[in-house]
């Protein structure tokens, strides 16, 4: 395994370390990361195990259920409002974080884009990434 993957908020209140390789990358265009990024997609590393996450500082949470019908809880920074990371209530191992809240945004290499069918004409991602229009097949 190479290093542990770091970052947090942009204020620095919350911070987190995961000891863990993700299993999944992606930019996403549904209309909730649309929404909860401000701009045209959410950029996402997905980690397979809570226990290798190390998380201190007291984000804010919030539930919504999206597009797919799962149920998300988006963790935000209540100081600097920077969104940091997601789980998901189906999928309770999962441990989502926003790329660009690594310390080295460079270690995200997203390998797909999900929801491409909420895709905006003006939120061009690399066309070569698999893209599908809703979620990839499990
Ligand atoms: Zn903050
Ligand atoms: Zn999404």
Known sequence: MSKSYTGGCACRAIRYEIAAEPIAMNHCQC????????????????????????????????????????TKRRGFCPTCGAPVYMTFTAMPDLFTIHAASLDDPSRFKPDMVTYAVRGLAWDCVDPTLAAFETMPPM
């Open 31 to 70: 209309r909730d990361c649309q929404r909860a990024s401000g701009t045209g997609h959410g950029s996402y590393l997905t980690f397979p195990n809570r226990q290798a996450v190390t998380l201190t500082g007291q984000a804010t949470e919030w539930e919504m259920v999206g597009d797919s019908g799962n």
